[in-house]
């Protein structure tokens, strides 16, 4: 039946095409709509809600809809249930843009702009006059505090305009901005440019900052990290299931050979105990692994969004958020469901068991934030959703598959030098995008040409859903969809296309296609334009009458309607636009 679901859902979003989409005439492009007029009226109108002592957005990593669907209710007795019980339930949200991931993800939440504006199309872009990979929030002039010398720190450098929060301290004198989150990029691209405090994770010392935003950690936060690595250093950490001591049933052990490595998804996990491996892994986390260091499996625990939630309580307590006559905001990124979604994929007893966590220690989050006495409006939402190992989507009788990303474009090299009768590859670049080598293609003579040509090749490669020159879509036209479900892929290429920081020819894979597996990439991946990806849950809980709602609405109505609620002036043009929130009975 799930596969069923899955199928009909894919068959209904217009997805499942094997014939690679690329660009037509501008009547034939898009079922785009202007926004209504109840929604363009919202623009200009003024709303009368109080402001509150304090706004919390809270990301939850790789948080899909579709794990929303199938592992929470209202009946739920902590945070989630909460929100769900009593908050705005948007249950058709959607990221828009193509390349659902991290940095693309979170740069929308607050900006109500998409990557095509935001600057941020993925997590990272080839500078194809350096030939060097740019990470989005690298900084090579700051340094992250805590990290060996000579690594590059970070900051929202590459992040381009403005965010809810610079609109909230331009417009009200004493209103402060914090962020804190397992991943600086999460943290880096909520906040955005103008902040009171911005911290993430770093393994083997606790959350930490750059120079970017201080000289040095404040003593309060010091001391919460000398505290925390003292906790973690010397016990054993089982992750037991909670579930079967209240009658819930998980899902079994479940195992698999995935390329070359055993996958397998079973509770109890242990995490850490003598004997195992504990150094940590340098640099950032870029792959989820079941065998790696201590911090690699300690990620993908429940105990790190504890970790998370604690420093943000310090954080709240010792900066006394919300205590003051202004609006405070605070962005919390909850890192935990990414790193174990990617190990573990998200139909095995480790999300199950985690989301049920999520819940019980958001609502003591909440209860305490209560018991503060203070006024607290907290949106919840994702970055992107995710897909389950392709594995063991075939065998609930849904056609997912693995393709070798190497083997791939290796192929499309081939392909493109026998076209052009060349001895060397004319491309650089990867599975988002590639780049003309300017030294390969002069000779060649005229350039539109020659991507003409190569676009076509890669039409007819393997698995390919879309396909466009970035010239193509850049002169495609502004659209807002009332739908996001109804949008071309072209357009959400469009939407995560950043002049400079994409290829010159942009594509999207066929659904249900991951690329790669263990232990060079993850088991379990998003990062397509599919809606499984793009589903996400946006709920807005605070002054409002508690509703749910399956009309459509994007991330980048959060922010717009932040605006809208609270009388705050954004600075620029938004691709968002407000969400009517029902006001409560009086």
Known sequence: MKAKLLLALLLVTGTLGTKAQTPVAETEVTNAQTPSAKAQSAETDVTKTKRPNLIILISVDMLSGEIMDRYTDDSMPGGLGRLLREGVVFENGYQEHAFTETGPGHSTLLSGRHPSSTGIPNNAWLDITSGKTVYCVDDKNVKNIGEPSGETGSSPRWFVGTTFGTWLRDELPGSRVFSISGKDRASILMAGPKTDGVYWFQEGFGFTTSTAYAKAIPDWLARFNQSFLQSV????????????????????????????????????????????????????????????????????????????????????????????????????????????????????????????????????FLDKLNKDGKQVVVILSADHGGLDFAERLRSQGIPARRINPEAWMKELQSRVRTQFHLDKDLLAGGTRGVYLKKEVAEPLGDRKQILAKVKEIISGMPEIAA???????????????????????????????????????????????????????????????????????????GPWKAEHRSTPASTVDIAPTLAREFNIRPEEKLDGIPLILPPAAQ
């Open 233 to 364: 250093s010397n016990k054993s950490l089982v992750w037991e299931a909670i579930g079967p001591m209240d009658g819930k049933a998980y899902p079994g052990v479940w195992r698999a050979q995935i390329t070359d490595t055993l996958i397998v998804s079973t509770l109890p996990r242990l995490t850490q105990t003598q004997g195992f491996p504990s150094e940590a892994a340098p640099g950032f986390l870029l792959g989820e692994t079941q065998d790696g260091s201590f911090w690699k499996r300690w990620r993908a625990t429940p105990f790190f969004d504890d970790a998370i939630f604690n420093a943000a309580e310090a954080l709240i307590q010792n900066e006394h958020i919300g205590e003051g006559a202004s609006t405070d905001l605070l962005c919390l990124g909850l890192s935990a469901t990414n790193a174990t979604e990617h190990a573990y994929g998200n139909a095995g007893p480790e999300i199950q068991d985690l989301i049920r966590r999520l819940d019980r220690r958001l609502g003591v």
């Open 467 to 541: 396909v466009a020159t970035y010239e193509e879509l850049e002169a495609m036209p502004e659209k807002r969809f009332a739908d996001p479900r109804e949008a071309s892929l072209l357009y959400r290429l469009k939407f995560s296309s950043y002049p400079g920081r994409s290829g010159d020819i942009i594509f999207a894979f066929n659904p249900l296609v991951e690329l790669g597996g263990p232990p060079k990439y993850d088991p379990a991946q998003h990062g397509t334009p599919h809606d499984y990806d793009r589903r996400v849950p946006i709920i807005f809980w």
